[in-house]
T-cell receptor, first 114, second 116 residues
Framework: DVKVTQSSRYLVKRTGEKVFLECVQDMDHENMFWYRQDPGLGLRLIYFSYDVKMKEKGDIPEGYSVSREKKERFSLILESASTNQTSMYLC?????????????FGDGTRLSIL | AQSVTQPDIHITVSEGASLELRCNYSYGATPYLFWYVQSPGQGLQLLLKYFSGDTLVQGIKGFEAEFKRSQSSFNLRKPSVHWSDAAEYFCAVGAGSGGGADGLTFGKGTHLIIQP
């Protein structure tokens, strides 16, 4: 079965810290995604990756960066965390190919920036 | 750019009653449509998807959805809801270009409440 694992369910950090959110998938999927979810706003795409070492900005990339050194791992980086980055972060992966291939999601990381 | 509208923020349904959650999309070409469900504290689980062919698609947990191109809609239905269906439901559209690798556009979600 498909498995997307996010390293932390809950995370509390301080303003100005550099924060790493890790995501690992075990399906050999080429495509990986980071979304943030906020009440009343749904899910918004931060960054995505077509394949190893490839990354593209999504709809709200400001204040974030990503790293994909290995196919199974996609990291989201908050260079200098701010309180407006308090949110639920969801990672997803997808098999490259036809557009109807679904995305498979992790359980999310609830990040609080104090 | 594509967009998705879920007009109902909250819906309350009695257990055993039928359910319909609305979804309207905006996209110039043939869309790839998905419904996901999110239980409290969990990630998103795929309920069903539409790509082409039969416009009535069956999903898991007894859900179905109907694609209506003329109305730009992809409404989710269930004939009889159970208390365990209480959750957040998201409709999403994927673009054909990029092979879908460039992410989904989600609606803002509908929160389903089940009354005993």
């Amino acid at each position: 079965d498909v498995k997307v694992t996010q390293s932390s369910r809950y995370l509390v950090k301080r303003t100005g810290e550099k924060v790493f959110l890790e995501c690992v998938q075990d399906m050999d999927h080429e495509n990986m995604f980071w979304y943030r979810q906020d009440p009343g706003l749904g899910l918004r795409l931060i960054y995505f990756s077509y394949d190893v070492k490839m990354k593209e900005k999504g709809d709200i990339p400001e204040g974030y960066s990503v790293s994909r050194e290995k196919k199974e791992r996609f990291s989201l980086i908050l260079e200098s965390a701010s309180t407006n980055q308090t949110s639920m972060y969801l990672c997803a992966s997808r098999l490259q190919g036809l557009p109807n291939q679904p995305q498979h999601f992790g359980d999310g990381t609830r990040l609080s920036i104090l | 750019a594509q967009s998705v509208t879920q007009p109902d923020i909250h819906i309350t349904v009695s257990e055993g009653a039928s359910l319909e959650l609305r979804c309207n999309y905006s996209y110039g070409a043939t869309p790839y449509l998905f419904w996901y469900v999110q239980s409290p504290g969990q990630g998103l689980q795929l309920l069903l998807k539409y790509f082409s062919g039969d416009t009535l698609v069956q999903g898991i947990k007894g859900f179905e959805a109907e694609f209506k191109r003329s109305q730009s809609s992809f409404n989710l239905r269930k004939p009889s809801v159970h208390w365990s269906d209480a959750a957040e439901y998201f409709c999403a559209v994927g673009a054909g270009s990029g092979g879908g690798a460039d992410g989904l556009t989600f609606g803002k979600g509908t929160h389903l409440i089940i009354q005993p």
